[in-house]
């Protein structure tokens, strides 16, 4: 996926290291760098082990140019620079910006210019295409409403919390749920439910497996959003510079194979299907939620994980999300309209529109859910900060968004295409997309979806899953970080960068208590 520059050079291919690291991190995704800049500052030793090529994790910017050719599959053609484009299929924002996210001292302290979109119009499809302003603005801001009065009846109101089995749906579509206040028809009452639907993207899972007893629970960074200039990647750069200059090496192309506490030595032996060896005296473990599901129980522990964590891990919802870029010569939508909610449809493929088989079960996906669809498209210098290039980014979430992963690239795109020029309207002539691309987060073997969702209604799951996925093991030298480790943060890149420097302080503590620094020598 996703290049890094000055970082390649930093990098070796991985070689058996003949000392004892003080810290060995598997992963090279935010919580890892984070926690290695904080380690690497403090003059421990570090290594890091990536089984990508790329660093980065899902933090991935796709760059491309006016000459890339539509089937180019790269997933980088260059380096952002002032003739490419980039967009974002990993990250999306820095959530919080203004209010404390952690990401905005990063920005500052790399001088990367970053975005602030201005508020721009939504425009609600709907069956019979887009809905008045009015209409719109109106059902956009039922669901706000209603989403705070969830909270509220999750949290505050009443004696009892509703019960554990209860869903988001089963409030959000109840008789007398802020989502339909002053609505007269049937037909817009089941837009309103539409327009819920695209709660669906940010959750990764169904509302209808969204527990409404924890909706809200969590304090995350909110209020301002944010984007960086050149895409989350500038910033991955960054970080890498800095932590392979303080000493961090990192290695990629390295899977881990198996993890082993070496008890008699106090000290933690890794081994990569490639056939290196390691031992450090503490090991972080940033793999994604999706990964460990598939691995941890599967001997990559030695001892194995106690069986309460491996239930744990087992328990945790993963979401899905993907994103589908169009990118064309010009824009055939109005520019001025920043996103349109594009609600389903009963309407069957013209088979004038789609071309193949594929197209068509794809019209179908498409039609099946509601779509967010941005404009990277607008007027002025904003436009051009925010890496825009007439190009739509479509968001599909959830159970749809995994379902788009078994299509190939360009039927995904072309079928997109189709299905928004009939649905969008203003299309009398739009040419196809000059470029195509498109995520496939489940399909990623080192990702396995997106990031965890929201506490499901599934039994036995609370918040203090993802407490107890951040606690330490084997005396403290094997550690765990990532954004399905953060109770406040999960599911952002800022929850997975908190989650890495709280790491780092616990296990400076550790190595200063049993590997002391003398005379600010190790």
């Known amino acids: 996926m996703a290049q890094t520059t000055a970082s390649t050079l930093a990098t070796t291919?991985?070689?058996?290291?003949?000392?004892?690291?003080?810290?060995?991190?598997?992963?090279?995704?935010?919580?890892?760098?984070?926690?290695?800049?904080?380690?690497?500052?403090?003059?421990?030793?570090?290594?890091?082990?990536?089984?990508?090529?790329?660093?980065?994790?899902?933090?991935?910017?796709?760059?491309?140019?006016?000459?890339?050719?539509?089937?180019?599959?790269?997933?980088?053609?260059?380096?952002?620079?002032?003739?490419?484009?980039?967009?974002?299929?990993?990250?999306?924002?820095?959530?919080?910006?203004?209010?404390?996210?952690?990401?905005?001292?990063?920005?500052?302290?790399?001088?990367?210019?970053?975005?602030?979109?201005?508020?721009?119009?939504?425009?609600?499809?709907?069956?019979?295409?887009?809905?008045?302003q009015g209409l719109s603005q109106k059902l956009t801001g039922n669901l706000a409403k209603a989403q705070e009065a969830a909270k509220l009846v999750a949290?505050?109101?009443?004696?009892?919390?509703?019960?554990?089995?209860?869903?988001?749906?089963?409030?959000?579509?109840?008789?007398?749920?802020?989502?339909?206040?002053?609505?007269?028809?049937?037909?817009?009452?089941?837009?309103?439910?539409?327009?819920?639907?695209?709660?669906?993207?940010?959750?990764?899972?169904?509302?209808?497996?969204?527990?409404?007893?924890?909706?809200?629970?969590?304090?995350?960074?909110?209020?301002?959003?944010?984007?960086?200039?050149?895409?989350?990647?500038?910033?991955?750069?960054?970080l890498v510079d800095e932590i392979t200059s303080l000493g961090t090496s990192i290695h990629t192309s390295q899977e881990v194979q198996s993890v082993r506490d070496l008890q008699s030595?106090?000290?933690?032996?890794?081994?990569?299907?490639?056939?290196?060896?390691?031992?450090?005296?503490?090991?972080?473990?940033?793999?994604?939620?999706?990964?460990?599901?598939?691995?941890?129980?599967?001997?990559?522990?030695?001892?194995?994980?106690?069986?309460?964590?491996?239930?744990?891990?087992?328990?945790?919802?993963?979401?899905?999300?993907?994103?589908?870029?169009?990118?064309?010569?010009?824009?055939?939508?109005?520019?001025?309209?920043?996103?349109?909610?594009?609600?389903?449809?009963?309407a069957p493929a013209p088979s004038s529109m789609v071309k193949s088989e594929a197209e068509k079960k794809l019209w179908e996906l498409y039609s099946s859910t509601t779509l967010i669809v941005s404009s990277l498209s607008g007027e002025g210098s904003e436009a051009t900060e925010n890496g825009a290039s007439n190009s739509l980014l479509v968001m599909v979430g959830a159970e749809a968004g995994k379902q788009l992963e078994a299509f190939e690239r360009l039927d995904a795109g072309n079928a997109l295409h189709a299905y928004l020029t009939a649905r969008i309207g203003g299309a009398k002539g739009a040419k196809e997309p000059k470029h195509v691309f498109y995520s496939r987060w489940a399909k990623q073997p080192f990702t396995g979806g997106a990031t965890t969702s929201p506490v499901s209604t599934a039994s036995g799951t609370s918040p203090l899953d993802f407490e107890a996925l951040s606690r330490p093991l084997w005396g403290g030298r094997l550690g765990f970080a990532g954004e399905h480790t953060e109770i406040n943060h999960r599911g952002s890149a800022a929850g997975a960068y908190v989650s890495g420097e709280r790491e780092a302080n616990r296990l400076l503590a550790y190595l200063d208590k049993f590997h002391p620094r003398t005379a600010n020598k190790l």
């Open 13 to 132: 291919a991985a070689a058996t290291s003949n000392t004892i690291i003080d810290v060995l991190i598997i992963g090279a995704g935010w919580s890892a760098l984070s926690a290695a800049l904080k380690l690497s500052q403090a003059g421990r030793k570090v290594a890091i082990l990536e089984a990508r090529q790329r660093i980065g994790g899902r933090a991935f910017t796709h760059t491309w140019t006016e000459k890339t050719d539509v089937n180019d599959n790269s997933r980088t053609v260059a380096c952002p620079s002032g003739n490419d484009f980039w967009c974002d299929f990993g990250c999306s924002w820095m959530h919080g910006y203004l209010e404390g996210s952690p990401l905005k001292q990063l920005t500052d302290k790399y001088n990367i210019p970053v975005t602030i979109p201005s508020p721009r119009e939504t425009v609600v499809v709907g069956e019979h295409g887009p809905l008045s």
């Open 155 to 238: 949290h505050d109101q009443g004696a009892t919390a509703p019960d554990a089995g209860a869903s988001l749906a089963d409030f959000l579509y109840s008789e007398n749920s802020p989502l339909f206040a002053g609505l007269e028809s049937e037909q817009e009452k089941k837009a309103a439910r539409e327009v819920a639907r695209m709660l669906h993207i940010p959750l990764g899972i169904e509302l209808e497996k969204t527990s409404l007893k924890w909706h809200g629970f969590e304090q995350a960074f909110a209020g301002t959003d944010a984007a960086p200039k050149g895409g989350f990647t500038s910033i991955i750069n960054k």
């Open 265 to 346: 030595s106090s000290n933690v032996k890794i081994t990569t299907k490639q056939g290196h060896e390691y031992v450090a005296r503490t090991a972080l473990v940033t793999i994604p939620i999706a990964v460990l599901k598939k691995t941890a129980a599967g001997g990559l522990f030695e001892p194995a994980l106690p069986e309460r964590r491996l239930e744990t891990i087992k328990r945790v919802s993963v979401g899905n999300l993907n994103k589908v870029l169009l990118n064309y010569a010009q824009a055939w939508w109005n520019a001025k309209v920043g996103t349109f909610l594009v609600l389903p449809s009963s």
